[in-house]
C-alpha cells in the first residue's frame, strides 16, 4: 500500500465507531490480545483464527457495535492482502526456483570451498543472509539445515559454531529486511517508504548479524557441546539433479530486486522531483512488486533453465511455491484486520494521546510492544502486525527516514527470546538434538541479543539521522 493510500484510508476513520475512554480501551487492548494469546498457546489454535477472534473480543469489550467491528476487520484484511500479497507470493515464487534449481546449494558450495578453518562461522552467516534475503525463514532453515550437519560433521566443527551464524543470518533477514512479510507489513501499516527501510535494514543487519552469529557462536559452542545428528541428514535437492545455474548468476538474480529498490531510494533522494522522467521510471522498475518480479522472471533464465527445466515445470514450481503460503496470508491478514480494529476502536489514537505524557522515545515504545507480543505468542509475525497497528498513529509527524526505523523498531521487538511457544524454537531443537535447555542457552539467547542489538542501533541511528 502507498503512503497516499494508508492517508486515505486514515482519513475514512477519523472518527472512532465507538466514544469508549482509555480505560475502557485499554481494557479492550488487553483482552484482546489476551485471547489471541490464550488461543494460540493453550488451545493450539491457528493464528488466522485466533486473530480473528481477538478483533471481535477487542470490539465488542470496547463497546462498538459488532457490524462495524466486521466491517474494519474485513477492510483491514483486505488492504493488508492487497499491500502484500502479491509480494509474499513473488517471494514465495522466487524462493521456491532457487531451491528446486539448486541454485541455493550452488551458492553454499562455492563459498564453503573458499572458508576453511575460523573462517567457516563467517562463511556461514554470509550464506546465511544472501539465501534468507528472498526466502522464508521456516524455509531458509530447511536449505541450510543439511548443510550446517554435513559442515560440522565432516569438518569435525562445533555444531553450534556453525549453526548459530547460520541462524542468525536467516533470522535477522527475517525480522528486519523487506521483503520479508513482517516488514512488510509493518512499512505498510506506518506508510513506511520501502527503500529506505530497506537501506537501514540492511545498515543494521550487518552488525546485528556479526554480533550475534560468529561473535556469540564461540560462548554458545561452549555452553553446548554437541555433535551433528546424522539421523537429520536429509538428501539435498540438487543431488538429483544432472546440472544447476552458476554462482553469479544466481546470486545477481537474488540480489536484483535489492539493487532495484535501493535504486529508486537512491534516486528519489538525489533528484527529488516527482515529474522528472528519470525519478518516474525508477519509481516503476524500483516498486517492490516490480523489482520481485523482474527477479522471477529472469530467475527462469538464469536458475530454471541452466538446471533444465523445461516451460512445461514452470507452472507447476509455481503453483507448488503459493501453497505453502495460503497460512502466512491468512495470518498477514488477519494481523492487519486487527490492526485496523485496533484504529477505528480509537485505540490508535488512545496510545498517541498516551505516550505524549511518557518520557519514552516512540522507537522505544514500538519495540518493547513488539517485545511483549512476542513473548506472548511466540509469533514474530503476530508481534509485527498488531505492534504496528497500535504504534501507527505515531508516524504521523515522522521524517522518512525516522518512520523507517520505527519499522525496524519493531521488526527487532518482534525477534525477542523466541521459546517453547514459537514454532522456530521446536524446529532448531529437533534439527540440532538439542533439549529445552540447550535450545535456550543457544537459540533463544542469540534471538534475545538480535533484539537487543538491532533496538539499540536504531536507537543510535535515530540520534544521528
Known amino acids: 500500500m502507498t503512503r497516499l ?95 528446486d534449481s539448486g541454485g541455493a546449494d550452488q551458492i553454499v558450495d562455492t563459498i564453503l570451498a573458499r572458508a576453511k578453518g575460523r573462517s567457516m562461522p563467517w562463511a556461514m552467516v554470509l550464506i546465511a543472509s544472501v539465501i534468507g534475503l528472498p526466502l522464508f525463514f521456516e524455509v531458509g532453515v530447511v536449505l541450510l539445515i543439511p548443510v550446517v550437519l554435513m559442515v560440522a560433521k565432516r569438518g569435525n566443527y562445533s555444531l553450534m559454531r556453525i549453526g548459530i551464524p547460520a541462524l542468525a543470518g ?49 560462548y554458545a559452542a561452549r555452553w553446548v557441546d554437541v555433535p551433528a545428528p546424522d539421523r537429520m541428514i536429509p538428501q539435498r535437492v540438487s543431488e538429483d539433479l544432472e546440472k544447476r545455474p552458476g554462482f553469479g548468476a544466481t546470486l545477481a538474480t537474488i540480489l536484483l530486486p535489492v539493487v532495484l529498490m535501493l535504486s529508486k531510494a537512491l534516486v528519489d533522494i538525489v533528484i527529488d522531483d516527482p515529474e522528472n522522467t528519470v525519478q518516474r521510471v525508477f519509481d516503476v522498475v524500483g516498486s517492490p512488486m516490480i523489482a520481485l518480479l523482474a527477479s522471477v522472471l529472469v530467475g527462469i533464465f538464469t536458475l530454471l533453465k541452466p538446471a533444465g527445466f523445461g516451460k512445461e515445470r514452470v ?22 484486520g486487527f490492526k485496523q480494529t485496533l484504529i477505528d476502536t480509537g485505540v490508535g489514537q488512545m496510545v498517541l494521546d498516551i505516550s505524549k505524557d511518557w518520557s519514552i522515545p516512540a522507537l522505544l515504545l514500538a519495540w518493547l510492544i513488539a517485545v511483549a507480543i512476542r513473548l506472548a505468542t511466540g509469533s514474530a509475525t503476530v508481534a509485527t502486525v498488531s505492534a504496528a497497528g497500535l504504534v501507527a498513529p505515531l508516524a504521523a509527524d515522522m521524517s522518512t527516514t525516522h518512520t523507517a526505523l520505527l519499522v525496524l523498531a519493531i521488526g527487532a521487538g518482534s525477534l525477542f527470546f523466541s521459546h517453547v511457544n514459537d514454532a522456530g524454537f521446536w524446529m532448531v531443537k529437533e ?35
Not at 535477522?172 to 512479510?181: D, E, S, Y
Not at 507447476?316 to 495470518?331: R, T
Open 5 to 99: 493510500s494508508v492517508e486515505m484510508l486514515a482519513a475514512d476513520t477519523v472518527e472512532p465507531i465507538t466514544s469508549a475512554g482509555h480505560a475502557q480501551l485499554g481494557i479492550a487492548v488487553l483482552a484482546g490480545i489476551a485471547v489471541i494469546v490464550l488461543l494460540i498457546t493453550q488451545f493450539k489454535l491457528h493464528a488466522f483464527l485466533s486473530l480473528t477472534l481477538g478483533s471481535l473480543v477487542l470490539g465488542a469489550i470496547a463497546g462498538a457495535p459488532l457490524d462495524k467491528v466486521i466491517t474494519s476487520f474485513s477492510a483491514g484484511l483486505g488492504t493488508t492482502v492487497a499491500g502484500v500479497g502479491v509480494l509474499i507470493a513473488l517471494g514465495a515464487i522466487l524462493g521456491k526456483m532457487l531451491a
Open 170 to 218: 536467516l533470522s535477522v533477514m527475517h525480522g528486519l529486511v523487506p521483503p520479508h512479510p513482517g516488514p512488510l507489513v509493518a512499512i505498510d501499516a506506518v506508510g513506511a517508504n520501502l527503500g529506505v527501510t530497506l537501506a537501514l535494514g540492511v545498515l543494521v543487519a550487518i552488525p546485528t548479524v556479526i554480533i550475534a552469529g560468529p561473535l556469540f557462536s564461540r
Open 315 to 336: 507452472s507447476p514450481l509455481v503453483e507448488k511455491s503459493l501453497a505453502p503460503i495460503a497460512g502466512i496470508l491468512l495470518i498477514v491478514g488477519a494481523g492487519g
Open 431 to 465: 534439527y540440532f538434538g538439542l533439549n529445552v535447555g540447550q535450545t535456550i542457552k543457544t537459540w533463544s539467547v542469540m534471538e534475545t541479543i538480535i533484539s537487543v542489538v538491532a533496538g539499540g542501533l536504531v536507537l543510535l541511528l535515530s540520534l544521528i539521522i
